[in-house]
Nanobody, 126 residues
């Protein structure tokens, strides 16, 4: 059974940094396209970033481009989201997700990602 567990969230002041982790069990991260989404209170879940199965290509929402960076550690079977220059509008529950099959392109749609973590809360104070 594939499980994703996020961690690393917390309370940080505007301008600060956090690194989120998404530990995967039940299969390897290698070869699978993965993504981060976030959901603020009262809003729909939105795409944040994705890393292709080849690890070479990454994609970011315009709102986080230049501030957030994805990386993956195959040895630790973990996906990371480094978040710098955080803003109050980044406050949300952050979720990692992965596609069900190897390969595949990224998508900003939740529908293509089958496995999801429980989320980790990020709160940015002004």
């Amino acid at each position: 059974q594939v499980q994703l567990v996020e961690s690393g969230g917390g309370l940080v002041q505007a301008g600060g940094s956090l690194r989120l982790s998404c530990a995967v069990s039940g299969r390897t991260v290698s070869g699978y396209t993965m993504a981060w989404f976030r959901q603020a209170p009262g809003k729909e879940r939105e795409f944040v970033a994705a890393i292709l199965w080849n690890v070479v290509d990454t994609f970011y929402a315009d709102s986080v481009k230049g501030r957030f960076t994805l990386s993956r550690d195959n040895a630790k079977n973990t996906l990371y989201l480094q978040m710098n220059s955080l803003k109050p509008e980044d406050t949300a529950m952050y979720y990692c997700a992965t596609r069900p099959s190897p390969g595949g392109s990224y998508s900003t749609s939740m529908a293509v990602y089958t496995y999801w973590g429980q989320g980790t809360q990020v709160t940015v104070s002004s």
